[in-house]
């Protein structure tokens, strides 16, 4: 297989970089081979090309089979008229990577999450966010008087995104509630009109349920564990998914996906660059190796997959662990103690 891994601005190198330990164990101990080729892109690709997504990057993606990348951005850039975001909305758009899966999960009970123990314990849902329409896509003004962005959705947009949902609800427990603001959105009213009438009766066996976008925030907190696979449109997933991320452990846990109709897939942590401790060797990789784990899946090593999932656990539950979860490990400590686990087969 072949990967093309942007390593990405601030902690992203080095969480990448043990990352790519971890595949190479599980690659050694499962009997597969990655070929792991470094691109530019972000910031760092703004400072040697002037550009966040060089035109070598983007020829690169359509021969691999995924794309491993790194948190990018940071203070650096925030001011600059070429941001590394910029690279990103366009990475996405390259791979027409519409649906972006976020996986939602106490990976073990010594996770500290801020809601009661009883309210999160067994928590599994996934979180599927579109992608490549709505506001941050859309028509854009900027005067000094005024900003303008514009939500557009496409019935395509709404319907291909929406049977992903359904489709991967039904390989769980078979459920999909579907999020908008219908009741003041011209664009929410086309997105649930779309689910109703064209998607939802192809699925007969897939119970499905409806929260505007504000309740869907409260019930995340009263109520999480009865969502299965949540389906909405780009802002509202961006949102939502972090508000769930922090209440699994914190977003530093949480791995993702952005996937289209076929490869290459994009693979990511959807932690930010961390650039106050970047270069520091305290960041922690778990949620780029739980990413690999997703990528491995979706690449049919499933055996490789779980093993890397299995080893990530071990580590969460019995050290060593960053010091963000109250350890004393470095970024390259947990990332060898999770490869040696996959190697040996025992995690």
Known sequence: MKIAVLPGDGIGPETTRVA?????????????????TEYPFGGNAIDSHGDPFPTETRAALPHADAVLK????GPKWDTG????EQGLLALRAELKAFANVRPIRMW????????????????????????TGGLYFGPKELTAETGMDTCRYSVEEVERVARYAFDLARTRRGKVCSVDKQNVLSSSKLWRQVVIERVAPDYPDVELSHQLVDSMAMKLIEQPLAYDVIVTENMFGDILSDLAASISGGIGLAPSSSLGASRPGLYEAIHGSAPDIAGKGIANPTAMILTVAMMLRDLDQRDAADAVEAAAIHCLEHGPQTPD???????????AAIAALVAKGNA
């Not at 790519?20 to 792991?36: I, N, Q, S, T």
């Open 20 to 36: 790519l330990a971890v595949l190479a164990a599980a690659g050694e101990a499962h009997g597969f081979a990655a070929e792991c």
């Open 70 to 73: 790194g948190a990018v951005g």
């Open 81 to 84: 008229e070429i941001r590394p």
């Open 108 to 131: 073990t009970e010594k996770l500290v999450s801020p809601l009661r123990p009883e309210l999160v314990d067994g928590l599994d849902m996934i979180i599927i966010r579109e992608l």
């Open 325 to 335: 979860l109250g350890g004393t490990a470095t970024t390259d400590e947990v990332g």
